[in-house]
């Protein structure tokens, strides 16, 4: 296993997830998103990643570029954008998901809905001074579904928007997750190394997810994504999951213990950790008891309290 650094970084950044794709919503109203954004002042978060704005017929805005979009009672955008100003945070725009074209290898579709999507949301957020960043929220594990022609294509469009840095969060097409559709460790470099070198231009950072592998296998996985980045001059970042894939449920707060292993795995190559997802599996004003003992944990490790 190789050697880990023996200084830690913390958590600098988090996801959000207000499309409720897979967690529960928190029905947080404005005060509840203001006392979050102020904690994160103090605990030195400096980014936020709206993971998407908008999936299938859901979004974060009243979009007139979705059809048949659910009703939208509340600009929760214009609410992150306007906390963030205050609270002097960088955030990144998180892109549309269909949960169809792409699917059916319709990958032009797929990037034709987000142009018209994007370009919406940039002409209601884009004045914003916290507006930092774009997120490509498809995701995948593999060289598969047109992920190439996804990147470069959404990633292209959002760099004639706003040429600000674009981030990604793939996935280890690890056992934890996929059991016998698993790659080996090497199939991924290789198939990492292919996108990575036929997406040049498309995004600049990447941030993989560390929940899929098994924590033996963690350490090589992140040493190896690290050599990629070096060779194809993509950031790496890590996405620390905070919550456990371990337990027969979805998805409960993730042990301290493991959790500590992961950051360290992390900081030996990663320039920045940001995790999925703060508000739920690790804040101190989350739904989840065990959250607040987590963040206690955190805290006291850090010499935060």
């Known amino acids: 296993m190789p050697n880990l650094r023996l200084t830690m970084l913390r958590i600098s950044g988090t996801f959000l997830d207000e499309i409720t794709h897979d967690i529960p919503s928190q029905n947080w109203m404005e005060e509840d998103w203001r006392r979050e954004f102020s904690l994160y002042n103090q605990i030195g978060i400096d980014t936020v990643i709206i993971i998407r704005a908008g999936w299938k017929n859901k979004c974060i805005f009243p979009a007139k570029s979705i059809p048949d979009?659910?009703?939208?009672?509340?600009?929760?955008?214009?609410?992150?954008?306007?906390?963030?100003?205050?609270?002097?945070?960088?955030?990144?725009?998180?892109?549309?998901?269909?949960?169809?074209?792409w699917m059916r290898r319709t990958w032009w579709k797929e990037v034709e809905v987000n142009k018209a999507f994007l370009e919406?949301?940039?002409?209601?957020?884009?004045?914003?001074?916290?507006?930092?960043?774009?997120?490509?929220?498809?995701?995948?594990?593999?060289?598969?579904?047109?992920?190439?022609?996804?990147?470069?294509?959404?990633?292209?469009?959002?760099?004639?928007l706003r040429d600000v840095p674009v981030l990604i969060s793939p996935y280890p097409q690890g056992a934890k997750q996929l059991g016998e559709n698993a790659l080996t460790l090497d199939e991924s470099f290789d198939h990492w190394g292919r996108i990575f070198d036929e997406t040049r231009g498309a995004f600049d950072i990447c941030a993989f997810q560390d929940g899929q592998v098994h924590y033996q296998e963690l350490p090589t996985f992140i040493q190896g994504i690290g050599e990629l980045g070096k060779k194809?001059?993509?950031?790496?970042?890590?996405?620390?999951?905070?919550?456990d894939r371990d337990m027969p449920i979805k998805f409960p707060p993730a042990d301290w213990r493991y959790l500590r292993f992961k950051m360290e795995a992390a900081s030996s190559v990663a320039e920045k950790i940001i995790t999925?997802?703060?508000?739920?599996?690790?804040?101190?004003?989350?739904?989840?008891?065990?959250?607040?003992?987590?963040?206690r944990r955190y805290q006291r490790h850090f010499g935060l309290a």
């Not at 306007?82 to 074209?101: C, I, M, P, Q, R």
């Not at 002409?123 to 060289?143: C, K, V």
């Not at 970042?237 to 919550?243: A, C, Q, R, V, Y």
């Not at 739920?280 to 963040?295: D, G, I, K, Q, T």
């Open 276 to 295: 999925f997802e703060f508000p739920h599996f690790m804040s101190p004003n989350s739904c989840y008891p065990a959250a607040h003992n987590l963040f």
């Open 69 to 101: 979009l659910l009703p939208v009672y509340e600009d929760v955008g214009e609410m992150f954008y306007s906390l963030a100003d205050e609270h002097n945070l960088k955030v990144f725009f998180g892109t549309y998901d269909s949960g169809w074209h």
């Open 120 to 160: 919406e949301a940039y002409e209601r957020y884009g004045h914003h001074p916290s507006f930092a960043g774009w997120y490509l929220s498809h995701e995948t594990g593999r060289n598969d579904a047109h992920i190439i022609e996804l990147f470069n294509g959404i990633g292209g469009i959002c760099k004639g």
């Open 232 to 243: 194809y001059g993509v950031t790496i970042w890590s996405n620390l999951e905070t919550f």
